[in-house]
Each structure stands twice: as structure tokens, then as C-alpha cells.
């Protein structure tokens, strides 16, 4: 059976958001976003799904330089809509619950609804954690947030699922692996390019979409290692470089940049 790597542990979100994506498949809790990287290229895993980008908290900036570090392609997209729950030991009421742990970004987005419940919060390393430090703790006045199948791995109860402030959360996750995938209909592609920094030169690269039609759906900068005051650009575009209007823009963006890499084409992912 095809596994797949992930950052966190058995139950985090990432986790669901594979099963969501893949279907029925072995996954690989990885402690960190290199690591699902590296077992991936190592072979342990067929693919690796890595959060990309959160509609509220914006771009996860670490994936962005390991795409650029690493010989591996982008294969698809999925989108997570994210429910957190407060969980708690069974039979425990909600108002004895003084302290809530989870993942910084977690706590951020509950932010309103604990406050509410005038609870003290601590951040850990990740959401499933949470809860697998809850049942270790012993604590009836301990709670954490994470999702509905952190509870029920760690046996644990929902005292109240969807608590988030606001409920258009979505994570765009990316499927990665060796080979690259042929698609041609509703295509999205993600490159990234360096530029000389003189004046005009970001303009010039981006009109090589807008002459052609080519809708932009996103643009991240990052800083380029080494060069202070230099920047790596990411792009998704919609469209596949097997169209030829993509292989002109391409072939046009490569007369002006320094570094141009495409690091993906893939079906795009239509949120219900």
C-alpha cells in the first residue's frame, strides 16, 4: 500500500488532510517539515503532503525554501477546511477547565472563544500532540485543541468542535514526489524565479502572463540565501507549461531571470 509522509503526529490535521486527498493509504509521521522531505526523497515514502499556505494565517515560509532545496515536484493540491475541538478527559465539564493547550497558530485562531472561557493557554509543538500530552498529564482541568480524530486516537472527549473565530479556515496543502505529473485541463502551475534588481524588472517578468492572458493566483517573495536584499519569487499560475501559451510566458520569463524553475504542474483543487 502507498505511504505517504507528514508533519506531526497521528491525528494532526496533516494527517487527516492526507486521508482526505489520498484515500486509504499508510502514513509517516514526521517530526519535521525537512524530514517529510527526506523521506520522500530517500524512497521511505511514495509522497509527502505539506501545508502551503492558511487562509488566515497566511504562507508557511519554510515549505516555500524546501521546495527550492529539493528535486521534488508538486503533484496536486488539496484543501483543508479546519474544524478545531476543545477536548477534555471523558465526563469532564467545560467550566472546570482552567488551561488549554495546542499549536501557537490553533490557540491564535480560537483566540475570541478562550477568552470567553477566561482560560489560561500554553502553546506546544503541534495539535495532535496536545491532546497526546493531555491524557499523558492526568489533568481533569487540562484541555487541548485539535481535531475530531486526535480525540478519538487519544480516547479522548469533545467538549466542543467548531470553535474557531472564524469559520472560512482553510489550509492548502501540496502533494510532493520524485516524478512529475501530465495534466493539461483545469491545470495550476507553481515556479519559481529570481530577477536582476533593476528597475523595472518585476514588471517586465509578471506582463509576460498578463500578454498572454494567464491568470496569477498567487505571488510570495522570499528572501534569496546568501544575497541580502535579494528575493526568490513564487508564482501559481492557472494553466499547464504543456499549453502553448504557458511554454511562451515561460520561455519569454526565462529571458529576464536569473533562475527559473518550474516546480510543478497539477490538477487544480475546487473547493465544495
Known amino acids: 500500500?502507498?505511504?505517504?509522509?507528514?508533519?506531526?503526529?497521528?491525528?494532526?490535521?496533516?494527517?487527516?488532510?492526507?486521508?482526505?486527498?489520498?484515500?486509504?493509504?499508510?502514513?509517516?509521521?514526521?517530526?519535521?517539515?525537512d524530514d517529510v522531505f527526506e523521506a520522500v526523497h530517500a524512497g521511505v515514502c511514495q509522497s509527502g503532503l505539506i501545508p502551503i499556505e492558511n487562509s488566515l494565517a497566511?504562507?508557511?515560509?519554510?515549505?516555500?525554501?524546501?521546495?527550492?532545496?529539493?528535486?521534488?515536484h508538486i503533484r496536486g493540491e488539496y484543501f483543508l477546511r479546519v474544524r478545531h475541538c476543545l477536548i477534555g478527559f471523558p465526563g469532564t465539564p467545560k467550566d472546570q477547565i482552567q488551561r488549554v493547550i495546542s499549536h501557537p497558530q490553533a490557540l491564535g485562531q480560537c483566540a475570541g472563544y478562550l477568552r470567553s472561557l477566561g482560560v489560561k493557554t500554553e502553546p506546544v509543538y503541534d495539535t495532535a500532540g496536545s491532546v497526546k500530552i493531555l491524557k499523558a498529564s492526568g489533568e481533569r482541568n487540562l484541555a487541548a485543541i485539535a481535531s475530531r480524530r486526535a480525540a478519538e486516537l487519544?480516547?479522548?472527549?469533545?467538549?466542543?468542535?467548531?470553535?474557531?473565530?472564524?469559520?472560512?479556515?482553510?489550509?492548502?496543502?501540496?502533494?510532493?514526489?520524485?516524478?512529475?505529473?501530465?495534466?493539461?485541463?483545469?491545470a495550476k502551475t507553481s515556479i519559481v524565479f529570481t530577477l536582476k534588481n533593476q528597475p523595472g524588472a518585476l514588471f517586465k517578468a509578471l506582463s509576460v502572463f498578463a500578454l498572454r492572458d494567464i491568470d496569477l493566483t498567487k505571488i510570495e517573495s522570499r528572501p534569496l540565501a546568501g544575497k541580502p536584499w535579494e528575493?526568490?519569487?513564487?508564482?501559481?499560475?492557472?494553466?499547464?507549461?504543456?499549453?502553448?501559451?504557458?511554454?511562451?510566458?515561460?520561455?519569454?520569463?526565462?529571458?529576464?531571470?536569473?533562475?527559473?524553475?518550474?516546480l510543478g504542474a497539477y490538477p487544480r483543487f475546487k473547493v465544495v
Open 154 to 186: 487519544y480516547e479522548m472527549e469533545i467538549l466542543q468542535e467548531g470553535i474557531e473565530d472564524n469559520p472560512e479556515n482553510y489550509t492548502r496543502f501540496l502533494e510532493i514526489a520524485p516524478q512529475p505529473v501530465s495534466v493539461l485541463e483545469n
Open 1 to 33: 500500500m502507498m505511504k505517504v509522509a507528514f508533519q506531526g503526529e497521528p491525528g494532526a490535521y496533516s494527517e487527516q488532510a492526507v486521508f482526505g486527498y489520498f484515500g486509504s493509504v499508510l502514513t509517516e509521521p514526521c517530526q519535521t517539515f
Open 231 to 262: 528575493y526568490l519569487f513564487y508564482i501559481d499560475f492557472l494553466g499547464s507549461p504543456e499549453q502553448e501559451s504557458v511554454q511562451r510566458a515561460l520561455s519569454h520569463l526565462d529571458e529576464y531571470a536569473l533562475l527559473l524553475r518550474v
Open 58 to 72: 497566511g504562507s508557511i515560509h519554510q515549505n516555500y525554501d524546501l521546495l527550492l532545496r529539493h528535486q521534488l
